[in-house]
């Protein structure tokens, strides 16, 4: 039997292969599982060293080794690349794993309360409320949602990513959380009988499948019928569980890499058969408990009549021929039109490309669906609440006009500066006009904006390719703009070098991520939003304004070519980074 679930294990694995992976990377990151196979300092660990510290020495003492802390993490790899010394996501990284976070908190309740023995309590009550909040409401819950991955990529070649917040859109999360904290208590409680402990692991071993299966199920109900199903097959488990032995040694020796990237999701691929084996079993034997292991759909797909029925009003609404109702036109106008978003057309013409978009996009979403190769989400054991349809107020495959992208990029641009004058105004502490022109605007970011709208129209039908395109195309322009403006000018308006994952401290992770999340916001929310206002809007108040914003932009532009915006804090900020350095040795 073993070899049998390995081998559809082995299947399942081969079929979603990256999204198996990606799934226990980020429960090996998180610390949900697989915690030998991520380098990371845990949560728990952190806020008990910061308490210890703060009542031995005081928030003094506690800063010391927080700071050494932050020393250490910061210079412990060479590895220019991979720097962590700064941005914005390594301080967010840097102030968990140091505890600096705690040391924040710390100074807000020694500035409110003055007792030393109240500032510790309230302390310890913070730390144990953000540590079970995040154990139980983001690493337990996690275990269910692979669970729920895993098992949903058995049947269907494909899972929606938004398996990811299911449990979020069903309203379950509360729930699901409650389920683990029962069965952590539960196995916690039998730890202290010590073969009880061993002997319970596998009697709750399928908790998470059951609640992954029906997340409204009761914690309680859950527990009780994994034991059930579970009476002859604890020892089955902890042998299948040894069978793999093999790939934890090889997993040691190759610091992680090979659990990382195959023998994680080997597991849990095969554990996910062995608990459908069992499933079918209790279903077979009408054992107690088991009509709460009704999600049908997930272990079966549905007929073609089934998805018919529920689907009707979907088929209904698209039966009509996306470009039926659109003339077949030709030359530079279509050209511009299908490939880059342009229109040059009328109103009308627009209105009804929109409408045929529209159709279009439901096709795309529902196909997959109606062939019976991703799970239909209409067949839930758990209905979710309709939504009000706002594709016709804010659809994203739209066209725009000539006079809505000028609009779109001034509009970007001056968001562009506003965004990197109060990241140095949080950090530094003082006002830097950023950029090489003297305006408001970081031409840039709106060129950036223009291109994502434009060159990457015929992503936009899909949010995946859309944002892994947006950071390569950012990337790209990031890059090439550096590093002609350094040849230009002789000088960086920009340096990466100590951030995560840079190249030639030109651009880095924590910089394309920021783009990449910005040009889905730009794509599918801002430049609609922007282009449905201006839709409303006389042509004879917008072409005035336009004008004017256009000079104003040419002349500063013409000017800054001779008299680039340069100085402190635009090209170095050095001078700022020592001064806060100094500062901190003296205090």
């Known amino acids: 039997m073993l070899k049998q679930l390995k081998k559809n294990g082995r299947k399942n694995l081969k079929k979603h292969y990256l999204l198996f992976v990606f799934v226990c990377f980020v429960a090996a990151f998180i610390g949900s599982e697989f915690v030998n196979s991520a ?14 510290e703060f009542y031995a020495n005081g928030i003094n003492g506690a800063e010391r ?149 029906n997340p409204d199920i009761a914690p309680l109900d859950a527990i009780k019928l994994s034991r059930k199903m579970m009476d002859g097959n604890k020892w089955k488990c902890f042998c299948y569980e040894l069978s793999f032995i093999g790939w934890d040694i090889l997993s040691s020796l190759t610091a992680g890499t090979t659990a990382i990237f195959y023998s994680n999701p080997y597991k849990i691929a095969t554990f996910s058969e062995f608990y459908v084996s069992i499933r079918e079993k209790a279903k077979k034997e009408n054992m107690e408990l088991s009509e709460k292991l009704n999600d049908v759909y997930l272990f079966e797909k549905a007929s073609d009549e089934v998805l018919s029925e529920k689907y009707a009003d979907v088929i209904e609404g698209l039966r009509i021929s996306p470009c039926s109702e659109l003339p077949d036109k030709r030359g530079i106008k279509n050209f511009l039109n299908r490939y880059f978003g342009i229109s040059l057309y009328t109103k009308e013409y627009n209105a009804a490309y929109e409408r045929a978009q529209i159709r279009k996009m439901k096709k795309e979403k529902y196909k997959y669906v109606l062939a019976g190769e991703t799970y239909p989400d209409r ?130 992770a924590e910089g394309l991520l920021v783009f990449g999340i910005g040009g889905l916001a730009i794509s599918y929310i801002l430049a609609p939003m922007i282009d449905n206002f201006l839709k409303k809007i006389n042509k004879k108040i917008l072409i005035p304004v336009l004008s004017i914003l256009v000079v104003v932009f040419l002349i500063d532009q013409i000017y800054s070519m001779k008299k680039p915006n340069v100085g402190a804090g635009v090209t170095s900020y050095s001078y700022i980074q020592e001064e806060n350095y100094l500062k901190y040795k003296i205090d």
């Open 379 to 508: 067949l839930f054991t758990i209905e979710r609440k309709k939504k009000k349809n706002r594709f016709e107020t804010l659809n994203y495959l739209r066209t725009y006009t000539l006079s809505s992208l000028l609009v779109i990029f001034f509009i970007i641009c001056i968001i562009g500066w506003l965004y990197e004058v109060s990241i140095h105004l949080i950090r530094d502490g003082a006002f830097v006009n950023r950029g090489t022109m003297h305006g408001p605007w970081l031409p840039i970011y709106g060129y950036g904006g223009i291109l994502i709208i434009t060159i990457l129209y015929n992503f936009r039908h899909n949010p995946k390719e859309q944002f892994l395109a947006t950071i390569v195309l950012c990337g790209i322009i990031e890059y090439l703009t550096s590093f002609v403006l350094e040849v230009v000018y002789g000088q960086r308006w920009w340096d990466y070098t100590g951030y995560f994952i840079n190249i030639n401290g030109r651009i880095c």
């Open 65 to 213: 080794h927080i700071n050494e802390t932050i020393d250490f993490i910061e210079n412990f790899d060479n590895n220019k690349i991979f720097e962590r010394s700064k941005g914005i996501f390594a301080m967010a990284i840097n102030s968990f794993e140091s505890g600096n976070l705690y040391l924040q908190i710390a100074n807000g309740v020694i500035s409110a309360v003055h007792s030393r023995q109240a500032q510790i309590i309230i302390l310890i009550i913070l730390a144990l409320t953000m540590f079970f909040m995040f154990y139980f409401f983001v690493k337990k819950v996690y275990i269910v949602i692979s669970r729920r991955i895993f098992l949903e990529g058995r049947i269907y070649s494909k899972v929606a990513s938004q398996r990811f917040v299911s449990i979020i859109k069903v309203k379950r999360w509360t729930k699901v959380a409650a389920s683990m904290f029962v069965l952590v208590l539960f196995k916690t409680l039998w730890g202290f009988t010590i073969i009880g402990g061993i002997i319970k692991k596998y009697s709750y071993y399928l908790v998470p499948y059951i609640v992954a299966e």
């Open 39 to 52: 380098t990371l300092t845990r949560d728990e660990k952190v806020s008990s060293t910061f308490i210890t």
